[in-house]
C-alpha cells in the first residue's frame, strides 16, 4: 500500500494532460479574439466587392 501511495504522488502525468488542456484553451480563445475582431472588416470587404460586381 505504501508503494502504491508513492507512485501515486510521484506521478506527473495527470498535471501534464491539464497544462496541454490550458494552452489548447489559450490559443482557442486567441483564436476565436481575432475572428471575432477581424471578422466585421472582412464582412464589410465581401460586400463592398458584392456591391462593386452588382453594378
Given at each position: ?17 491539464i497544462e ?10 486567441v ?25
Amino acid at each position: 500500500m505504501k508503494a502504491l501511495l508513492s507512485r501515486f504522488a510521484n506521478d506527473n502525468s495527470g498535471a501534464t494532460a491539464i497544462e496541454y488542456g490550458l494552452i489548447a484553451a489559450g490559443i482557442a480563445a486567441v483564436i476565436i479574439l481575432a475572428v471575432n475582431t477581424l471578422g466585421g472588416s472582412v464582412n464589410t470587404a465581401f460586400q463592398t466587392v458584392n456591391t462593386n460586381m452588382a453594378r
